[in-house]
């Protein structure tokens, strides 16, 4: 079993930028795929990006495509989320999680970090 510590939320402006880190432990990182949701205040969780065991495959919600880079660092058991030109819609507790079947199938997640776009 991995257990996943997100970090990096914090406050930002409209158009400024936020690397998130998901630090794991237990098990290694390389044997799992990778993802990044986020939920909204009043809102249902929502799928982010995600990064395959390789780094070879990532795949991106039309919102952030463009914005938002996945990258993941197998040596260092950790995972990244890099957000540029973020907007208030943006806000949002972002989590990640560990698919170790490769099907899609989130089955451990963190417990979340805060991030709140404003001026």
């Known amino acids: 079993q991995v257990q996943l510590v997100e970090s990096g939320g914090g406050l930002v402006q409209p158009g400024g930028s936020l690397r998130l880190s998901c630090a794991a432990s237990?098990?290694?990182?390389?044997?799992?795929?990778m993802g990044w949701f986020r939920q909204a205040p009043g809102k249902e969780r929502e799928f982010v990006a995600r990064?395959?065991?390789?780094?070879?495959?990532?795949r991106y919600a039309d919102s952030v495509k463009g914005r938002f880079t996945i990258s993941r660092d197998n040596a260092k058991n950790t995972v990244y989320l890099q957000m540029n030109s973020l907007k208030p819609e943006d806000t949002a507790v972002y989590y990640c999680?560990?698919?170790?079947?490769?099907?899609?199938?989130?089955?451990?997640w963190g417990q979340g970090t805060q991030v709140t776009v404003s001026s």
């Open positions: 999680a560990a698919d170790p079947t490769t099907s899609g199938y989130y089955a451990y």
């Open positions: 237990g098990r290694a990182l390389s044997t799992y795929a």
């Open positions: 990064i395959s065991l390789s780094t070879t495959f990532t």
